[in-house]
């Protein structure tokens, strides 16, 4: 299983920018997938998490600002910010884990894409 993130780059403050992680390979089903983030000097934070069955759960520093969601059939997740702020800036990650065509338990992280928000 590959998982592949796209969509970062560099965005004015007050903007808003998605991000999106794509999942390929031996998927049966995806069963969460989150959206973390580090900034520089920073530990790996988690941002958002959102279940196949679209429960989700928000940071509170982004409560309200970003949405997670999930297209199943595409098996990819999506992560739209707005009114981003320049401490929003970091490398954003996804992890996601499910199972595939084998049955077998799987855990993955993206590349990561870089999101940079100028003040």
């Known amino acids: 299983v590959q998982l592949v993130e796209s969509g970062g780059g560099l965005i004015q403050g007050g903007g808003s920018l998605r991000v999106s992680c794509a999942a390929s390979?031996?998927?049966?089903?995806?069963?969460?997938v989150g959206w973390y983030r580090q900034a520089p000097g920073k530990q790996r934070e988690l941002v958002a998490a959102i279940s196949r069955d679209s429960e989700t759960t928000y940071a509170d520093s982004v409560k309200g600002r970003f949405t997670i969601s999930i297209d199943n059939a595409k098996n990819t997740v999506y992560l739209q910010m707005n009114s981003l702020k320049p401490e929003d800036t970091a490398v954003y990650y996804c992890?996601?884990?499910?199972?595939?065509?084998?049955?077998?338990?799987?855990?993955?992280w993206g590349q990561g894409t870089l999101v940079t928000v100028s003040s």
């Open positions: 992890n996601a884990e499910g199972f595939d065509r084998d049955y077998r338990p799987w855990n993955y």
């Open positions: 390979g031996s998927i049966l089903r995806i069963v969460a």
